[in-house]
């Protein structure tokens, strides 16, 4: 059946959207790699591959259900990040937004009663628990850091060891 027109609208926004969170994490992954910081530098540009994944994810399913999709202009973002403090909290932010509009979709799937749109939605309900949470996690760790140098330094360390996995693929494998 063919993609309701409200949903495939509210889809193709949410393809923008998680081009635009690509865009912000790698303009984060750049300051951090100008501030010497590897680890962090390394878990935000494997937070743009996967966000880069969800935009594909939106955008085969408009294509399989036979949809328009479109490709509005990304907005661009912000880039004079002072510390990793800030980026974390925004991230934080940016991802209870993103949840917001997940959740938006949802709401027009129900009431279209599009139900093969409702599970593929269900899919990203779940990843943002963790998004959120895994943004939330760092900026809180961050905040507990402070000033400490050493605090910091493990904390790198510790972000360094992130590797992306495209979890939109049902192995959990490389783009198909
Ligand atoms: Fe695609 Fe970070 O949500």
Same mark, same amino acid.
């Given at each position: 059946?063919?993609?309701?027109?409200k949903?495939?609208?509210?889809?193709?926004?949410?393809i923008?959207a998680?081009?635009? $969170?690509?865009y912000?994490y790698?303009?984060?992954? %750049?300051?951090?790699?100008e501030?010497?910081l590897?680890?962090?530098?390394?878990?935000?540009?494997?937070?743009?591959q996967?966000?880069?994944?969800?935009? @594909?994810?939106?955008?085969?399913f408009?294509?399989?259900r $036979?949809?328009?999709?479109? @490709?509005?202009?990304?907005?661009?973002?912000?880039?004079?990040?002072k510390?990793?403090?800030?980026? /974390?909290? %925004?991230?934080?932010?940016?991802?209870?937004? &993103?949840?917001?509009?997940?959740?938006?979709? @949802?709401?027009i799937?129900?009431s279209?009663r599009?139900?093969?749109?409702?599970?593929m939605?269900?899919?990203f309900?779940?990843?943002? &628990?963790?998004?959120?949470a895994? $943004?939330?996690?760092?900026?809180?760790?961050l905040?507990?850091?402070?000033? $400490?140098k050493e605090?910091? /330094? @493990?904390?790198?360390?510790?972000?360094s060891?992130?590797? /992306? &996995?495209?979890?939109?693929q049902?192995?959990?494998?490389?783009? %198909?």
């Open positions: 059946m063919k993609i309701n027109k949903i495939e609208d509210a889809i193709n926004k949410q923008n998680e081009l635009y $969170s690509a912000l790698l303009g984060m992954s %750049a300051r951090c790699t501030m010497n590897k680890g962090m530098a390394n878990w935000l540009y494997v937070q743009a996967e966000e880069m994944t969800h935009a @594909m994810k939106f955008y085969r408009v294509l399989e $036979s949809g328009h999709a479109v @490709m509005p202009a990304i907005e661009g973002v912000k880039s004079d990040w510390a990793p403090v800030e980026m /974390f909290a %925004a991230a934080y932010e940016h991802e209870q937004k &993103v949840t917001a509009m997940i959740n938006n979709i @949802m709401d799937a129900i279209e599009d139900h093969a749109s409702a599970s939605l269900n899919w309900v779940d990843e943002q &628990v963790e998004e959120e895994n $943004s939330s996690e760092i900026a809180e760790k905040k507990l850091i402070g000033e $400490s605090g910091l /330094f @493990m904390l790198d360390k510790e972000l060891t992130r590797v /992306f &996995v495209d979890s939109t049902p192995a959990g494998g490389a783009q %198909a």
